[in-house]
Nanobody, 122 residues
């Protein structure tokens, strides 16, 4: 129901935009988030956005470099990633809650996409 795309290989300092498209149902009234999991590490929070887009929250590690946004008419959430660093290398997952508010906790998300790989070379 959630399809993440836009990952790839990029050099340090470069940019990528991830997209998360929903199908089968609408998530326009749901809080959404992006998480990532690097090899050998636990999945971690990256960014979240409320249903309206009025509230957004970022992990300290990406604040000022990443921007989360959404287009409810297209049932799609985006993650614009700038000034990428090798430590941003991970599989990135989008997720949706069943409520309107955003959250940073993995356990509060009920729907997950399959992930898209981002590799940042030094």
């Amino acid at each position: 129901q959630l399809q993440a795309s836009g990952g790839g290989l990029v050099q340090a300092g470069g940019s990528l935009r991830l997209s998360c498209a929903a199908s089968g149902r609408t998530f326009s009234r749901n809080g959404m988030g992006w998480f990532r999991q690097a090899p050998g590490k636990e999945r971690e929070f990256v960014a979240a956005i409320s249903w309206s887009g009025a509230s957004r929250y970022y992990a300290d590690s990406v604040k000022g470099r990443f921007t989360i946004s959404r287009d409810n008419a297209k049932n799609t959430v985006y993650l614009q990633m700038n000034s990428l660093k090798p430590e941003d290398t991970a599989v990135y997952y989008c997720a949706a809650r069943t409520v309107q508010a955003m959250d940073v906790r993995i356990q509060d998300y009920d729907y997950w996409g399959q992930g898209t790989l981002v590799t940042v070379s030094s």
